[in-house]
């Protein structure tokens, strides 16, 4: 499985951006998509996750109402649709794969990640 992350940039705050998750090899529809963000000295944390099968969803408390997670199946790719974006939403933005049902928060419950795409917010 190989992801490919893009859509970052520089915005405003109160802005918007949708970042992209492009997906390609063994993506069948037993899988959750997630993305995770970093923050320079912080730990990855979690931002939203999707079920493939169904589109079940989840989002961290601090993003709730926010972004939207969503998936094109034909085009084996997720976005994040961000709104409302804040100076502390800045970071890199990563889309990861995890094998299985269960919608998971941690880290290390994702089995494959993408590079990484840069998102600041300026004040």
């Known amino acids: 499985v190989q992801l490919q992350a893009s859509g970052g940039g520089l915005v405003q705050a109160g802005g918007s951006l949708r970042l992209s998750c492009a997906a390609s090899g063994r993506i069948f529809s037993n899988y959750v998509m997630g993305w995770f963000r970093q923050a320079p000295g912080k730990e990855r944390e979690f931002v939203a996750a999707?079920?493939?099968?169904?589109?079940?969803?989840s989002y961290a408390d601090s993003v709730k109402g926010r972004f939207t997670i969503s998936r094109d199946n034909a085009k084996s790719t997720v976005y994040l649709q961000m709104n409302s974006l804040k100076p502390e939403d800045t970071a890199v933005y990563y889309c990861?794969?995890?094998?299985?049902?269960?919608?998971?928060?941690?880290?290390?419950?994702?089995?494959?990640w993408g590079q990484g795409t840069q998102v600041t917010v300026s004040s």
């Open positions: 990861a794969a995890d094998y299985g049902s269960l919608v998971r928060t941690r880290t290390s419950s994702y089995d494959y």
């Open positions: 999707i079920r493939w099968s169904d589109g079940i969803t």
